[in-house]
């Protein structure tokens, strides 16, 4: 439940200044280590003016010449609940209790070196990570040609739509059963997978298109080619509105090759000084081998923020996803979750929030489940 979350990625930033994640993130793809502008945002609670009051903290990632470090930490405190009933008024089951728990949710710890122009060495540890998916390193060219081009190759995460701070939304999650970290995509945000991106960064427009190995992060996977995962991503941008497209290919890497899944989204982004809006929608197929059948799936992620101040956001979530049976044509599974919640940033590099979540899942067998969450973040990142 609620496992290690991504690498800070907060594209609702990028649409409120109308910049491209690039311009505060040594990965093109957003998220984890920040440069020297994505610091400075930090240093200034979310603005690029340091308050004056904060001036003199002695603060400085850069460890020596082409040298950076970075970190993000988040402890959580979580309150779960579910009410389980039948739509035709069957009979109900047992609810359960509402629980507590405390959670060191994220420790990861960023590293950067630049050893020359257009060079890039990058490794990414959570300290909560138990496999060798859940951490990204890779070398990175960047800068070359007009079009300002990059390539990667290493343990990479994949350039699909939105790359969202909360893994368990639903357009981001992994299929998974409930509770908690359900949701309609065919990997795990968190993890990584070997292979190779190739993208670019020009003005408006922005691109990535990568090669990667489903299932060979801790050895060789020797599989066809078809058997391999290809990712895209395309985004527009005009002034504080971006929009843009996504799709996958994903052969699972498991030496079947009539099992494979697609994935095809869009995403909008728009902000100004007092608010963000997120959209995505996304749809795609399963397509199995074996006695269960194909499956069509879609979801959708809406999103806003309203600053209050330079130190509280206001925020609410709808999430919707469905699953269809492609054999009988019939909805499998329908799930909602709605969310609101309140951020605090006291002094820079420093985050409290407080976030409530009820989520309603039913299936064809008219059971269904309804979950309340309640949760508490303390997040510390630099």
């Known amino acids: 439940m609620l496992l290690s ?26 998220g984890g280590l920040r440069n020297g502008n994505g610091f400075s945002y930090q240093r200034g609670r979310h603005a690029f003016e340091v308050e004056p009051k904060f001036e003199e903290w002695p603060a400085d990632p850069e460890l020596t010449k082409g040298v950076r470090i970075g970190s993000d930490l988040r402890a959580t405190s979580l309150s779960y609940d579910t009410s389980e009933h039948y739509d035709d008024g069957g009979p109900a089951a047992d609810d359960t209790p509402r629980t507590f728990a405390p959670f ?20 990414s540890h959570d300290l ?49 059963n409930p509770p908690g970290e359900e949701g309609m995509m065919d990997v795990d945000p968190r993890r990584s997978y070997p292979g190779v991106e190739v993208g670019f960064t020009k003005k408006s427009v922005y691109a990535q298109v990568a090669y990667q190995d489903p299932q060979g992060s801790s050895r060789p996977n020797f599989t066809k080619l078809e058997e391999k995962m290809v990712t895209g991503r395309l985004g527009i941008q005009s002034g504080h509105l971006f929009l843009g497209a996504s799709a996958r290919y994903n052969g699972l890497g498991d030496g079947d090759e009539a099992s494979q899944q697609t994935r095809l989204g869009a995403f909008l982004m728009f902000g100004q000084s007092k608010f963000a809006l997120l959209a995505e929608v996304n749809t795609g197929e399963n397509q199995s081998s074996g006695s269960i059948g194909d499956e069509q799936v879609s979801g959708a992620l809406l999103h806003g923020e309203f600053y209050v101040s330079r130190g509280v956001t206001l925020r609410g979530e709808m999430n919707y996803m469905d699953f269809m049976d492609q054999d009988s044509d019939a909805t499998t599974r329908v799930a909602r979750r709605y969310a609101a919640g309140i951020d605090w940033n006291p002094v820079p590099f420093v985050k409290l929030s407080a976030e409530g979540r009820l ?16 949760l508490l973040y303390a997040v510390f990142s630099y």
Do not use: I
Not at 5 to 23: I, T
Not at 104 to 123: I, R
């Open 359 to 374: 989520v309603s899942n039913s299936n064809r067998d008219r059971n269904s489940l309804d979950e309340s969450w309640g």
């Open 104 to 123: 060191a949710m994220q420790g990861a710890v960023y590293l950067g070196f630049t050893p020359a122009d257009h060079v890039v060495l990058y490794y």
């Open 128 to 176: 909560a990570a138990s496999s060798q998916k859940e951490r990204d390193w890779y070398g990175m060219l960047r800068g070359l040609t007009s079009l300002n081009l990059h390539v990667k190759a290493g343990q990479l995460r994949t350039p699909y739509g939105l790359r969202l701070d909360d893994h368990t939304a639903f357009t981001r999650g992994a299929q998974s």
């Open 5 to 30: 979350g991504d690498a800070l990625a907060r594209p609702q930033y990028a649409a409120r200044e109308g910049m491209n994640c690039v311009s505060c993130h040594v990965d093109p793809d957003g």
